[in-house]
């Protein structure tokens, strides 16, 4: 298999956000990949036999679906089916064939995707990097409206950037503020939404904490 996985269409990730659902694991792309071999393997009726659970870093896109599965409020059971919907997406298996996976699966799955925006994401003691520019290098290029985007600069967000984001926040859902960093990034990187929403999770994290560190006093605390 291609170590290098296909992104989702320009509309695919656009329509997110309109309006209107015994084991062996191996390690390769340096981490990025994890995959569990089901031994035996998962016979689900009306879904097919699956042999494995292969995963990978997730994209912004991926993560906003997850996100709008909780709804208004985060309760145990919305994470839950947030997760579940979240390593169905990743690994093309559907959720009819994951909620019948041992448990101890699922929550290893969910350990590993998560880990890559945990990992990058500010420390609640760590400083706000607030340099007067901020570079990220996409290794793997993301392809969206006709472009080609290998490299993003960011700065210091304007006023006028910065009340985008707020305005996107106001809900105060989980999706909500997931949708007012990405309009953050969008509007200071010049990106298109459809190429912010294909990066990967680990490197969105970093640019929007670097972005919202300038909104803050001294040790990140949360958005000001």
């Known amino acids: 298999m291609s170590r290098h996985?296909?992104?989702?269409?320009?509309?695919e990730v656009?329509?997110?956000?309109?309006?209107?659902?015994?084991?062996?694991e191996q390690e390769d792309d340096g981490g990025n990949t994890l995959v569990i071999d089901l031994n035996p393997p998962l016979e689900v009726k009306k879904a097919g036999t699956f042999e494995e659970l292969r995963l990978h870093e997730p994209n912004v896109?991926?993560?906003?679906?997850?996100?709008?599965?909780?709804?208004?409020q985060m309760t145990p059971e919305s994470v839950y089916n947030s997760q579940i919907g979240l390593i169905a997406r990743i690994s093309g298996v559907p959720e009819r064939a994951?909620?019948?996976?041992?448990?101890?699966?699922?929550?290893?799955?969910?350990?590993?995707?998560?880990?890559?925006?945990?990992?990058?994401?500010?420390?609640?003691d760590e400083e706000p990097d607030t340099s007067p520019s901020f570079s990220l290098i996409f290794p793997d290029p993301i392809e969206a409206t006709g472009r080609t985007f290998s490299d993003m600069t960011l700065r210091e967000p304007t006023v006028r950037e910065r009340r985008i984001m707020k305005a996107a926040e106001a809900r105060g859902t989980p999706e909500a503020f997931l949708q007012a960093e990405i309009a953050l990034v969008e509007a200071v990187s010049e990106w298109p939404k459809a190429a912010v929403l294909k990066m990967p999770i680990s490197q969105f994290a970093k640019a929007a904490d670097y972005l919202t560190g300038f909104f803050m006093s001294g040790p990140a605390t949360g958005n000001g």
């Open 5 to 11: 996985h296909n992104q989702p269409s320009d509309e």
């Open 14 to 24: 656009l329509a997110i956000v309109i309006p209107a659902g015994g084991e062996v």
């Open 61 to 72: 896109y991926q993560i906003l679906c997850a996100a709008q599965v909780m709804g208004r």
């Open 98 to 124: 994951i909620i019948e996976l041992a448990t101890t699966i699922l929550d290893r799955a969910v350990v590993f995707v998560t880990g890559f925006e945990e990992d990058a994401r500010r420390k609640p």
